[in-house]
C-alpha cells in the first residue's frame, strides 16, 4: 500500500476551467480539496482566454429560445460519430447537453456572477438542423481582482483584457471610425477604467474574469488548498484505481493520497514541440497562444499507466499572421474576421479561393491544411483592397492609417494592381485576376456561387460588417480599388483539441476501454467531446467545467441529484 505526506478526499492536477467547478461541488459534498498547479499562477488558459462558455438551453436565454432537443439535433448534425473520434458519442453529447445548463445553476448559486455574453453571437454552423442563431454563449461579469483576498491578486494569471468591457462592447469598439454608437461605448469603457484607477480597482475581463471569480468563490467557502508551484509528476496506481499523484514540494518529491478521486485538468500540450512534430507536424509552438505550462504533462502520463489518448491531431486553429512584434507577444495577431470582410479573400499560394472565409476559427485553419495537402497553402493570404484598408481594423490598426512598421518590417505587401501586388507575393498573377474577377462577380450577382460565404449563415454576418444591415452585405465587397494588400494567414491555435479518452462520467478509460478506478479528466487534458468539431463559441471552457463537475459528482457518489 502506497504512503503519502498528506491526504485528501480530492485531488485535481492543474487549475482550469475544470478543476474549479468541480472543487465547488466537492466542498458541497463535504469533501476536502486539493489542486496542485504547476506554475506559480492560477487559472491556466481559461484565465488568459476570452472566457466565453458554450452551454445550450442556458438559464440566460429566452423561455423557448432553446431546449435540450434543439442542442442534440445540432450537435448531431455537426460532429461526426467515426472511430477517427472516439472522444465523442451521442451518448457523450446527451450528457453534455443535460447537464452543462445545470452545472451552469449551480455555479451561479455559488455566487459567480455569469451573464449572457451577447445576443448576437451565432453558432459556429447555425445554418444547420438546431443550430442557433442568437447566442448560447456566457462569459463572467468583469471583476476587480483586487476583491481577492491577501496575495491573491497577483496569482491570477494575466488575461487578454485587463479592463471592464465585455466582449460585445470590444467587438463594437472595432469599428469606433465608423460609428457614433462605437465611439459612445468606448467613451463609457474609458470612464470607467478612469473611475477603476480613482477608485483603486483593477479591472479584468474575459478569462481572467471567470477564473478570478471562481477563484474567490473557492477561497470564501474554503472549498479548496490552492497549491502553485505543485507539478504533478505522477499518478500513482493501486491495481487499476487512481490512489494518489506525485508532485514537489520544496524541490522534492511529496505524495498526495487521494481518498475518492484524480482529477486531470492540466490543459493540453499546445508548447510541447516534440509533441507538435509526433502528431500535429505543420504547427508550431511560437503559433501557438496557449499558456507556457501547456506542455501535455498528463497526456504523456496517462500513456505510460496504459490509458489511451485520441484525436491527437486536433487543434483550435487561430487564424494568424506573423506582424510585427509576433514573436513573444502574449496575444498572436488573429486573422479571423479579416478575410471575412468586405473587400478582402484568402487565396492559397497558386493565387486561387478554398474555403468560405467567413467560418469558424477552427474551420479555417482545418481548411488551410486540408488544402495545403494537394496545393501550397500554408501560408495563405489574405488579399483586400484600398477599400478594406480604409474601413476595417486589422491586427493592431483600428483607424485607416497604416502603422509604419507594416511596410518597414515587409509584412504588408502592396501593389498599385493586382498583377504588382501577385508578383511581390509570387502568386501566378493571371490566377489572382481571374479569382478576384470572379469574386466580384459573385458580389454583383449577391451569391458567392463557389463557398456561399455570407448567403445562409449567420454567424459569417457576425465577422462580416456589423454596420451593414443582416446579409450577405456584410461580407461580400468588391476587391476592385488600388492600391492592393496581401499579408499571410497562418495556422495559429488557442489550444490543442486531443487527449485521455473519457467516458460520460469523466473516467479515464484503459486501453481495453474499461475505465481507471477513481481516475478522471476533463478539458483540453481530453480527446474533446466534440470530436474534430467547434461547434460554438466557448466549446474547450463549457466542456471542461461540465465534465469537471460531472467527475466530482460521479466521485462523491451524488449521480443524478438535483444540486441546485
Ligand atoms: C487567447 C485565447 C482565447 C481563448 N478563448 C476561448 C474562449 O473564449 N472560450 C473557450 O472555450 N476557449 C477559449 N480558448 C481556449 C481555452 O482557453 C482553452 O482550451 C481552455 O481554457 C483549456 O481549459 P482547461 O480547463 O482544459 O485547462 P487550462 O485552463 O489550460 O488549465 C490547465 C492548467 O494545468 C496546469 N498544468 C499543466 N501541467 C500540469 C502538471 N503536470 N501538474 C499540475 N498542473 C499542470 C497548467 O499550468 C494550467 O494552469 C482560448 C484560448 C486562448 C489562448
Known sequence: MAEFDETFDWVVVGSGAGSVSSALLMKHAGKSVVILEKSDKFGGTTAKSGGVIWIPNNRFMDPGEDSEEKAITYLDSVVKDSPKFPGTSPQKRRTFVREGPKMIDFVVGQGVALERCSRFWPDYYDELPGGNKTSRTISAVPFNKKELPGDWADKLRLGMLEMPVRLDDGMQIANMNRSWAARGVFAK???RVVMGKLTGKH???????????MLKAILEKNAADIRLNSPVKEIILDGDK???????????PWRVGANIGVLLNAGGFGQNAEMRAKYMPKTHTEWSNAIESS??????EVERIGGTLAHMDQFVGHPSSRSPGFEGAYLKTGMQGVGAKPHAIVVDQSGVRF???????????QDILERDETVPALPSWAIMDSQFMIKYPMAN???SRIPKGWRESGWLKEGKTLEELAEKIGVPADN???????WNGFVDAGLDGDFQRGNDRAYSGYLGDTLVPPGPGRTLGKIEKGPYYAVEVITGDVDTYGGVLTDCDSRVLKADGTPFGNLYACGITTASPMGDVYPGAGASIGPSMTFGWIAAKHAAGLGNQDLN
Open 203 to 213: 479591472w479584468v475581463s474575459a478569462g481572467a474574469a471567470l477564473q478570478g471569480r
Open 432 to 438: 489572382l485576376r481571374k479569382t478576384v474577377d470572379r
Open 242 to 252: 487512481a490512489v494518489g499523484v506525485v508532485t514537489e514540494k520544496n524541490g522534492k
Open 295 to 300: 506542455t501535455g504533462d498528463m497526456h504523456r
Open 397 to 399: 490598426k483600428m483607424g
Open 355 to 365: 474555403m468560405n472565409e467567413a467560418s469558424s476559427y477552427e474551420q479555417i485553419c
Open 189 to 191: 469603457t474609458a470612464a
